[in-house]
């Protein structure tokens, strides 16, 4: 289960990025918000890397953008390997997006916390945020569902009083 969780969730959750990054350019034009370079800062302190005071870093912007969203799609992909799936999975992994990008900002001094923000800047945060979990958990999803029913899926299909709308199960658990 590990090691298709691994690439799928390398594939979901860069798919997520890909979905959460077109709709940042398209809300850029619309309301004309500058791009973010939190994301390159918060990685050159991780690594150590100089860091360049007013000069923006596209590919370091872009690794670590990418990077995490790949790498947290993993995350999302045993979710749903575990039988977590659909969009109560894809919210409560909303949380853990958003509450990685604060860790990370927060502890290297890059970031504030959320409350300090400009509402505008929070609402967007949060928007794209979510755009991602969704898009990321749509692709782990799908993916897993090749696979079959998770453990949690199959367990729940075997109590009485539980949702029966888990997916097949296989022949010899029916």
């Keep these: 289960m590990m090691t298709r969780a691994l690439w799928q969730g390398l594939v979901a959750g860069t798919a997520g990025v890909l979905v ?3 709709g940042e350019k398209v809300e850029q034009r619309l309301t004309g918000r500058p791009d973010s370079h939190v994301p390159a800062r918060t990685l050159e302190r991780l690594t150590g890397l100089p860091e360049h005071p007013g000069r923006r870093s596209v590919p370091v912007n872009l690794a670590m953008h990418v990077g995490q969203g790949a790498l947290l799609g993993v995350l999302r ?3 749903s390997q575990a039988g977590l799936r659909g969009p109560w999975a894809s919210a409560k992994f909303a ?3 958003l509450t990685n990008d604060q ?3 927060n502890a290297t001094g890059v970031g504030a916390p959320p409350p300090t923000w400009p509402r505008r800047e929070l609402v967007v945060d949060l928007l794209h945020k979510t755009v991602y979990a969704f898009a990321t958990g749509a692709v782990a999803d799908a993916l897993a569902d090749r696979s079959g029913p998770g453990p949690g899926q199959r367990h729940a299909a075997k109590r009485p009083g539980r949702h029966a709308d888990v997916g097949p199960l296989p022949r010899e658990q029916a």
């Design 103 to 105: 860790i990370l900002e």
């Design 20 to 22: 959460m990054t077109l």
């Design 77 to 79: 992909s045993v979710m």
């Design 95 to 97: 949380v853990v997006r």
